[in-house]
């Protein structure tokens, strides 16, 4: 990437077709130039591009409007071009209140909506070709309607066009060389903004012979020196004057956009383009964000080769040269529009019996039962109202279990049903791609590059094998739940928006999970991280004879096409009551009935009505709704204050995790309010989270088991062995062991429990200090 104006084009136009004295007279002249050393690095590329003549800008006092916009061209125009500024120049007046003059001063950018044009019949009638012409030739027909637009408003100063409303919209993937120089409208996602420089747009001269001052202008900021001069004919040197009135210079910078993720072809890498931002536009971009861009589509030329130019080969690479951008920063599903058909459609959905329960069997079908962990990461797509410098409403969700159950593909289920969805596996992600990465440009600028929480803004950001990613955990704790991310390298102090729903999936440590140890222990995730999770589902791989029968038909009806036929009507009848009794409620409702076949919703139709949700539906809690919450964060307040005092503290996060579901549990009924049925479901719901993490081995449901600390059953013996360690260091007058040395003594005093297990969680409570390669320091209490 390029960096400014003096070195784009270093190679390319060296030793074009130019007469060999004026070649030589400008490269005496930039190389013996003492106003500027910066300019002599490129004495080789002071040609044109395409061999084009450089165009002068007339400095005269009297200098008229029309030289302003075509310095090039002859006033008055040809009859076809006068006709058209006739045309506009009626629309114009008869539309003068669309145009803001006190907006235009400040930004010297007019806003131009296409659409209001093309359905304008007395402009379309005399322009029948504008559509035409905009495309085709951007370039005139943009600073035709500059011209006209400063001549009818009386502006101060040059101005630029912003088209809006271009129709249509080019797939990033289409891009090709034959839309060059042609008008068109992409949209994409930013992925990389590069630091704002300075571009020249046009640049002074002075002949070193008559001393006479030229203006030449550099179009696409490639440095361009007159041939010859306008006074005295003569073309043996000239001076560029970088101080002078008359060079001009305008803010400039460069983003790439990448396509959508849901756009692109699977297996490929997504395809991406540089956007170059001038003037107002400059800023206007931010990694993460949506944008649709119209531009002109330019061609950068790369040499690549001998350094001299001569067996180079020139590498063509399109960007394009934006005239205006939209951003739709915003917008939870920026992707999606709705159409006639889809309103009707969402209605249909809405007028069904159990909405909730549709969902739920519709997201990931092939995944047999797990209607809890279902319910839980619909709602979890869904997320509570947003208010505005209010705690976040996107809750996150946690899915704990031994290999085989299921648990990538509903992550991958959720990342497709997400109007904005970006799935990442741990095991392949470091810090930088799962936030923010910072790289440098070719000029030795920082860029920043969005990771994945960023690209995933109003998202949804499915996280795959959390535990294999121990070392970026850090990076996931500031987008939970301060909803952005922060960088600060090389001098470079920002943050970014990433306000993404994160569900994850993890296995436990040890290959399966044990029901003696906690989550934290089974998982060996930073209890920060782990506090941030609104639910935790739990899946363990028990064998069931008759779940299993019924696993077993359900995947072979998957392969048969013979789905809800078989034994599994008498098996669904004993099913039915045999599991989590305290979540009888909600679970019995959710489960398919004996011999019951749902109609589930296609991917597309449920991604839609997540969307429709999520934009136009922000409930608010209801007085009982409210009151049955209370009564619950009481009751687990109570509870936790009666047990003991070791286990997780019960704070306002969990009742915050609570109204946040209980809004997205509304938002699925499409009802502006939370009823009291809505809570109630929540509860039923944080209870099943609670008991698969608060019960042990035997089932026991016990709050005084920390889901970040040491289970009841460690909790003794490690208690025992910090005993015998404190003794064993005041005998030995010593506080630094080896791990040898620590299960020596930990053998030596008859300790139960394995010793490796209590060192690493006496390392965790910091009751250890790691100072070296297996050697740990003894923490006085």
Same mark, same amino acid.
Request: charge should be positive; glycine fraction near 8%.
């Given at each position: 990437?390029?960096?400014?104006?003096?070195?784009?084009?270093?190679?390319?136009?060296?030793?074009?077709?130019?007469?060999?004295?004026?070649?030589?007279?400008?490269?005496?002249?930039?190389?013996?130039?003492?106003?500027?050393?910066?300019?002599?690095?490129?004495?080789?590329?002071?040609?044109?591009?395409?061999?084009?003549?450089?165009?002068?800008?007339?400095?005269?006092?009297?200098?008229?409007?029309?030289?302003?916009?075509?310095?090039?061209?002859?006033?008055?125009?040809?009859?076809?071009?006068?006709?058209?500024?006739?045309?506009?120049?009626?629309?114009?007046?008869?539309?003068?209140?669309?145009?803001?003059?006190?907006?235009?001063?400040?930004?010297?950018?007019?806003?131009?909506?296409?659409?209001?044009?093309?359905?304008?019949?007395?402009?379309?009638?005399?322009?029948?070709? /504008?559509?035409?012409?905009?495309?085709?030739?951007?370039?005139?027909?943009?600073?035709?309607?500059?011209?006209?637009?400063?001549?009818?408003?009386?502006?101060?100063?040059?101005?630029?066009?912003?088209?809006?409303?271009?129709?249509?919209?080019?797939?990033?993937?289409?891009?090709?060389?034959?839309?060059?120089?042609?008008?068109?409208?992409?949209?994409?996602?930013?992925?990389?903004?590069?630091?704002?420089?300075?571009?020249?747009?046009?640049?002074? /001269?002075?002949?070193?012979?008559?001393?006479?001052?030229?203006?030449?202008?550099?179009?696409?900021?490639?440095?361009?020196?007159?041939?010859?001069?306008?006074?005295?004919?003569?073309?043996?040197?000239?001076?560029?004057?970088?101080?002078?009135?008359?060079?001009?210079?305008?803010?400039?910078?460069?983003?790439?956009?990448?396509?959508?993720?849901?756009?692109?072809?699977?297996?490929?890498?997504?395809?991406?383009?540089?956007?170059?931002?001038?003037? +107002?536009?400059?800023?206007?971009?931010?990694?993460?964000?949506?944008?649709?861009?119209?531009?002109?589509?330019?061609?950068?030329?790369?040499?690549?080769?001998?350094? +001299?130019?001569?067996?180079?080969?020139?590498?063509?690479?399109?960007?394009?040269?934006?005239?205006?951008?939209?951003?739709?920063?915003?917008?939870?599903?920026?992707?999606?529009?709705?159409?006639?058909?889809?309103?009707?459609?969402?209605?249909?959905?809405?007028?069904?019996?159990?909405?909730?329960?549709?969902?739920?069997?519709?997201?990931?079908?092939?995944?047999?039962?797990?209607?809890?962990?279902?319910?839980?990461?619909?709602?979890?797509?869904?997320?509570?109202?947003?208010?505005?410098?209010?705690?976040?409403?996107?809750?996150?969700?946690?899915?704990?279990?031994?290999?085989?159950?299921?648990?990538?593909?509903?992550?991958?289920? @959720?990342?497709?049903?997400?109007?904005?969805?970006?799935?990442?596996?741990?095991?392949?992600?470091?810090?930088?791609?799962?936030?923010?990465?910072?790289?440098?440009? $070719?000029?030795?600028?920082?860029?920043?590059?969005?990771?994945?929480?960023?690209?995933?803004?109003?998202?949804?950001?499915?996280?795959?094998?959390?535990?294999?990613?121990?070392?970026?955990?850090?990076?996931?704790?500031?987008?939970?739940?301060?909803?952005?991310?922060?960088?600060?390298?090389?001098?470079?102090?920002?943050?970014?928006?990433?306000?993404?729903?994160?569900?994850?999936? @993890?296995?436990?440590?040890?290959?399966?999970?044990?029901?003696?140890?906690?989550?934290?222990?089974?998982?060996?995730?930073?209890? $920060?991280?782990?506090?941030?999770?609104?639910?935790?589902?739990?899946?363990?791989?028990?064998?069931?004879?008759?779940?299993?029968?019924?696993?077993?038909?359900?995947?072979?009806?998957?392969?048969?096409?013979?789905?809800?036929?078989?034994?599994?009507?008498?098996?669904?009848?004993?099913?039915?009551?045999?599991?989590?009794?305290?979540?009888?409620?909600?679970?019995?409702?959710?489960?398919?009935?004996?011999?019951?076949?749902?109609?589930?919703?296609?991917?597309?139709?449920?991604?839609?009505?997540?969307?429709? @949700?999520?934009?136009?539906?922000?409930?608010?809690?209801?007085?009982?709704?409210?009151?049955?919450?209370?009564?619950?964060?009481?009751?687990?307040?109570?509870?936790?204050?009666?047990?003991?005092?070791?286990?997780?503290?019960?704070?306002?996060?969990?009742?915050?995790?609570?109204?946040?579901?209980?809004?997205?549990?509304?938002?699925?009924?499409?009802?502006?309010?939370?009823?009291?049925?809505?809570?109630?479901?929540?509860?039923?719901?944080?209870?099943?989270?609670?008991?698969?993490?608060?019960?042990?081995? /035997?089932?026991?449901?016990?709050?005084?088991?920390?889901?970040?600390?040491?289970?009841?059953?460690?909790?003794?013996?490690?208690?025992?062995?910090?005993?015998?360690?404190?003794?064993?260091?005041?005998?030995?007058?010593? +506080?630094?062991?080896?791990?040898?040395?620590?299960?020596?003594?930990?053998?030596?005093?008859?300790?139960?429990?394995?010793?490796?297990?209590?060192?690493?969680?006496?390392?965790?409570?910091?009751?250890?200090?790691?100072?070296?390669?297996?050697?740990?320091?003894?923490?006085?209490?």
């Amino acid at each position: 990437m390029r960096r400014n104006w003096r070195g784009r084009y270093r190679h390319n136009w060296h030793r074009s077709n130019r007469p060999n004295s004026s070649s030589g007279a400008d490269n005496r002249s930039l190389n013996n130039s003492s106003s500027s050393a910066r300019i002599s690095s490129v004495a080789g590329s002071s040609r044109a591009p395409a061999n084009q003549l450089p165009i002068v800008l007339s400095l005269n006092s009297e200098n008229n409007l029309w030289k302003l916009y075509f310095p090039s061209e002859d006033y008055p125009p040809n009859e076809e071009i006068s006709d058209h500024i006739k045309c506009f120049q009626s629309f114009i007046e008869k539309n003068r209140s669309l145009f803001d003059l006190e907006k235009i001063d400040q930004t010297r950018s007019i806003p131009l909506d296409v659409q209001s044009l093309v359905n304008d019949a007395d402009f379309s009638s005399k322009w029948s070709t /504008f559509s035409t012409d905009l495309f085709e030739k951007p370039d005139i027909t943009l600073r035709l309607l500059e011209f006209c637009l400063h001549q009818s408003l009386k502006c101060e100063s040059k101005i630029k066009v912003r088209v809006l409303n271009h129709q249509p919209v080019i797939p990033l993937s289409n891009l090709k060389v034959n839309y060059f120089g042609k008008l068109v409208t992409i949209k994409g996602t930013v992925i990389r903004v590069g630091s704002v420089g300075l571009i020249c747009t046009s640049m002074a /001269f002075e002949c070193s012979s008559c001393h006479n001052i030229q203006a030449i202008v550099q179009p696409q900021g490639v440095f361009t020196a007159p041939t010859v001069c306008q006074s005295c004919r003569g073309g043996s040197r000239f001076d560029p004057l970088q101080s002078s009135p008359f060079t001009n210079t305008t803010d400039w910078q460069v983003a790439k956009i990448q396509e959508i993720q849901s756009q692109g072809v699977s297996g490929t890498i997504p395809r991406s383009v540089e956007i170059e931002l001038q003037g +107002d536009l400059v800023g206007t971009a931010c990694p993460g964000d949506v944008l649709s861009v119209t531009g002109i589509v330019q061609v950068r030329g790369e040499s690549k080769g001998g350094e +001299d130019g001569k067996r180079a080969a020139r590498l063509l690479q399109l960007y394009i040269e934006a005239v205006s951008i939209h951003s739709q920063r915003n917008l939870s599903n920026p992707t999606l529009s709705f159409t006639l058909k889809d309103y009707y459609a969402i209605q249909e959905i809405h007028a069904s019996e159990d909405v909730f329960r549709l969902l739920v069997h519709s997201l990931c079908p092939t995944i047999f039962g797990q209607e809890a962990v279902k319910a839980g990461l619909i709602l979890g797509l869904i997320g509570g109202t947003e208010l505005d410098n209010g705690p976040r409403s996107n809750p996150h969700v946690l899915i704990v279990g031994d290999p085989g159950l299921g648990k990538s593909q509903l992550l991958q289920a @959720a990342a497709h049903a997400a109007p904005r969805g970006v799935y990442v596996c741990g095991a392949s992600a470091s810090a930088g791609g799962l936030t923010v990465a910072l790289g440098r440009e $070719a000029g030795g600028d920082f860029a920043l590059e969005a990771g994945a929480l960023v690209l995933a803004d109003n998202g949804v950001c499915c996280v795959d094998e959390l535990d294999k990613m121990t070392a970026h955990h850090s990076s996931l704790l500031e987008a939970m739940e301060q909803r952005r991310v922060s960088v600060a390298k090389g001098g470079v102090v920002c943050s970014l928006a990433a306000r993404a729903t994160v569900l994850a999936a @993890a296995n436990p440590h040890a290959g399966s999970y044990n029901r003696a140890k906690t989550v934290a222990e089974n998982l060996k995730i930073n209890s $920060a991280l782990l506090s941030r999770f609104d639910l935790v589902f739990i899946l363990l791989d028990q064998p069931n004879e008759k779940i299993d029968a019924m696993l077993s038909e359900h995947v072979l009806a998957l392969h048969s096409g013979q789905k809800g036929k078989g034994s599994s009507k008498s098996l669904n009848i004993s099913i039915n009551t045999s599991q989590y009794d305290s979540d009888a409620s909600l679970s019995t409702r959710l489960r398919l009935k004996p011999g019951e076949v749902i109609d589930t919703l296609p991917l597309v139709l449920l991604r839609k009505y997540i969307a429709y @949700a999520r934009r136009y539906v922000h409930p608010k809690l209801s007085t009982e709704a409210a009151n049955a919450l209370q009564n619950f964060y009481l009751e687990l307040r109570h509870n936790h204050q009666s047990g003991s005092q070791d286990g997780t503290p019960i704070t306002t996060r969990q009742l915050e995790a609570c109204i946040r579901l209980t809004q997205a549990r509304a938002r699925v009924d499409l009802r502006e309010e939370a009823t009291v049925k809505d809570a109630n479901d929540v509860i039923s719901l944080v209870k099943h989270s609670l008991m698969d993490i608060f019960s042990d081995e /035997f089932g026991n449901i016990q709050l005084s088991r920390s889901i970040n600390g040491s289970g009841v059953s460690a909790r003794g013996k490690l208690k025992k062995f910090l005993d015998v360690l404190t003794r064993r260091s005041h005998q030995l007058g010593k +506080d630094i062991f080896t791990r040898q040395e620590l299960i020596q003594i930990h053998k030596a005093a008859g300790v139960p429990g394995d010793a490796g297990e209590l060192i690493e969680a006496m390392h965790i409570h910091s009751y250890l200090l790691l100072k070296g390669s297996n050697t740990y320091q003894l923490i006085a209490l």
